[in-house]
């Protein structure tokens, strides 16, 4: 006896769902079903939406965020300081901008040094940053990467790169807002005791 | 000084994944940026599985599993046995062959009774049901219905339709496989009681 499957069309929508991040089997399967049965589901909007994100939107070629076809809504704007914010991705451009206290200019490397996964400094945007600050009279370069051994080696070399240019800043590393000691490690405790302030 | 944010038409993505089951507003917005950034990421490849399954697969008018353009792999094959199970949700066609011990056909009833939610036996397929039962030679009708409310209350109503016709017989109620006495709860242990065998 033949075995039977879902018809072929929804194994592969299941194997594309399948696919994405977070997406396991049984989700893709139930995503899969719920979109050819659901009175809500609306498979061909989904569709479209895909393609038309897909074709509309590019990285910015100055600061690599999110660009639509009419340009870049953080580089064409002509208000915002002259400091530029220096991110690994260019999803981490939204977080800073809705803590509220940056209003200068951003710029995305687009992931960090990291010799053992063969990512090398020509591998980021580094070049695109040195260009800019030629280009663009920029007063400090704050340096916004992960707290982590590759964020840190790749804040470092930035720093190197560019401390004869401009003033180079990084983020404080310390405790967490809202976080008690006791849930604090002993090295974020170590940085917080370094970078302590006078009251 | 203008929020900052996503392109429209990353936005309008967000909003469809979003409406997913099981995908929450940031696994939504996680999984467009994948889609736009990850260099094994194809949009326009599952934007076609989408529109191709949408296009080719319909419920099967007969016995309402999935069926494509080639027809139902249940129906269309005659080596199945004379007995019908009946189900409520297509969905629930494949957990059932995947266990192996059925050989018949189906009868997807495509929900339950549940006056609370309006679902009346209008709603449901069993006028199909009935017609088949007239057109086809079933010599067992098999409810395999939820064993909750709802579930029961369906059981119920099919049995006392369907018992003048052929025989109607009811799924187990018992402990799950692999289940010890200390997880089952009192209603499932009562069940397991009732429909006890000899050895």
Same mark, same amino acid.
């Given at each position: 006896m033949p075995k039977i499957e879902y018809p072929d069309a929804v194994i592969e929508l299941v194997q594309e769902l399948k696919a994405? *991040? @977070?997406?396991?089997p049984r989700s893709a399967e139930r995503i899969a079903i719920w979109l050819l049965?659901?009175?809500?589901?609306s498979p061909a909007t989904l569709s479209e939406a895909l393609l038309k994100a897909k074709a509309e939107v590019q990285a910015c070629e100055t600061c690599g965020f999110f660009a639509s076809n009419d340009g870049c809504v953080v580089c064409e704007h *002509? @208000?915002?300081?002259?400091v530029l914010c220096v991110v690994?991705?260019?999803?981490?451009v939204l977080p800073m901008e809705r803590s509220g206290v940056f209003k200068g200019k951003y710029h995305c490397l687009g992931g960090r040094l990291s010799p053992l996964d063969n990512?090398?400094?020509?591998?980021?945007r580094i070049g695109g940053l040195m260009a800019r600050l030629e280009r663009e009279s920029i007063e400090e370069v704050i340096?916004?990467?992960?707290?982590?051994v590759e964020g840190e080696a790749t804040s470092n070399y930035l720093a190197d790169l560019l401390r004869s240019r401009c003033q180079v800043t990084r983020l404080a590393q310390g405790l967490?807002?809202?976080?008690g000691l006791e849930h604090a490690d002993a090295l974020t405790l170590a940085r917080a005791m370094e970078g302590r302030r006078g009251l």
């Open positions: 994405l *991040p @977070g997406v396991g049965q659901h009175p809500k589901a *002509p @208000g915002r300081e002259p690994e991705q260019a999803t981490d990512v090398t400094p020509d591998d980021l340096l916004a990467l992960g707290a982590d967490p807002a809202g976080g």
